[in-house]
Structure formats: structure tokens, C-alpha cells
């Protein structure tokens, strides 16, 4: 079984795959359609967010930790850890059908979630933002992969909502840092950019760290660090 499998733990499993495309780790072919196919395996089993994947019992128990350290608890966590297992089957490319088809299964169920929650609730949800800051962070993040559909609308319609959600200490109101910063980073949009720019000081400080010992420190730092690199890219154009 591939290293990157954790037996009993999906969000394990993601992290791990999403440490290796983030660090540019090489994953074999036959690595890739293997890890695609046991997340593949639990698509809409019980626990999971409606027709998206299912974490195992201890992880709706006690919740999960997002790549950059956040933990996140409850609905939200069953709904982030689907969007994150979307993104990896996209990221993997494994070119299995039967994999494709479970992928494909658990993007049409999410878009018209997505769909229904802006009609229910318009104030709170639309295209670019649903249910809360974590959840609409984990919604980017597939849709920034290739996920959903109407993909420039939803990122423009999320940041502008994240714009407004500011307070003016760097952050953002009900938005998870870290999390909402490695985002920013993988996104192709200039207001993207200005996000990032408004945190600027404190993903600074954050790059000028000397390294973390734990796992989480050592990768916001490295989430820190390519936001910077960014941020100059952009001031050198």
C-alpha cells in the first residue's frame, strides 16, 4: 500500500498528498491511482457531507486539521475534508474511470448544494461563498484545483466577501488565517493579491521566523514565504 495511505484516517491521507503537490514531492503513477481509488472508496458513505467522502469515525468525532494547522470541528469539517478530497482526485489525475465517475458524482451533488444554500439563504451564500469562512475557504480550494463549475465567478464573488470581511488587524473576520492564506497564494487574481498585501506584515513576520519544529509551523512558514514571493513578483512587474 502507498506511504501515502493512512488506513484509518482520510484527512491523513489528503494532508499527505496535499504535502507532496505543495512541496513538489514526485508521486508515481501507480501511487496516484492507488491513493485515488481508496478516496475514491469512501465517496457518500455514511459520515460523509452529503454525496461528497467520508472521514472515519474518530475524525467526526474529534474533527481535523486542515494543511496549514487549523482545526476544524463538526459540519464543517465533514464539508471541508469532501472539498479537500475533491481537490486531491483532481490533483492526483489518475485517469481511472471508475475514479473520474465517483469525482464527477461528488461535483454535480456539491454544485447544486452550493446553488440550493444561495437560494435559501442569499445574504449568506452565493456562488463564491458558502456557509461560513472555513467552509467557503475549503469551497476555493477545489474550484482553485479545477473543481465546480463557474470558476472565475465564484473566486471573484468570494473575494469580495473576504475584502468586506476584514478587521483591520491583518485578518479576517470568520475567515481561518493560515488557511485563507495558502488560498490567496494558489490563486490567479489580482484582488487576490491585494489580500494578500493587506496582510503583508503578518505573513512577514511569519516568513521571517527561523524554522518551525512541528509540521504546521514549518509549512505556514512555507505558505508564508511563497506569499511574499508573490507579493515582490507583483511589485517587480
Known sequence: MSSLIHRTSLSKTVDAVNEAFFF??????????????????????????????AGFPSERESG???????????????????EE??????????????????????????????????????????????????????LWRNVIAGGLDRRSERL???LTTLHARRDGEGGW????????????TDMDHPRARTELAYAADRISAEASRS???????????AVARRAVEALNTDCLK
Not at 35 to 53: M, Q, S
Not at 67 to 75: K, L, P, Y
Not at 173 to 184: E, N
Open 85 to 138: 478530497s475533491c481537490r486531491v482526485l483532481l490533483l492526483l489525475a489518475s485517469r481511472d474511470p471508475k475514479t473520474d465517475d465517483v469525482l464527477a458524482q461528488a461535483t454535480t451533488w456539491m454544485i447544486n448544494r452550493v446553488s440550493q444554500a444561495g437560494l435559501d439563504s442569499p445574504s449568506r451564500n452565493d456562488a463564491g461563498n458558502y456557509c461560513c469562512g472555513k467552509c467557503t475557504v475549503g
Open 24 to 53: 513538489k514531492k514526485t508521486i508515481p503513477a501507480t501511487d496516484r491511482r492507488e491513493v485515488a481509488r481508496w478516496i475514491a472508496a469512501r465517496h457518500a458513505l455514511p459520515g460523509a457531507y452529503g454525496k461528497l467522502f
Open 64 to 82: 481535523i486539521r486542515v494543511f496549514t494547522g487549523e482545526r476544524i470541528a463538526s459540519a464543517s469539517a465533514r464539508h471541508i475534508l469532501g
Open 173 to 184: 473576520k470568520a475567515f481561518p488565517f493560515w488557511y485563507t492564506v495558502l488560498a490567496l
Open 156 to 158: 471573484s464573488l468570494g
Open 211 to 221: 524554522r518551525g519544529t512541528s509540521p504546521y509551523s514549518y509549512r505556514r512558514q
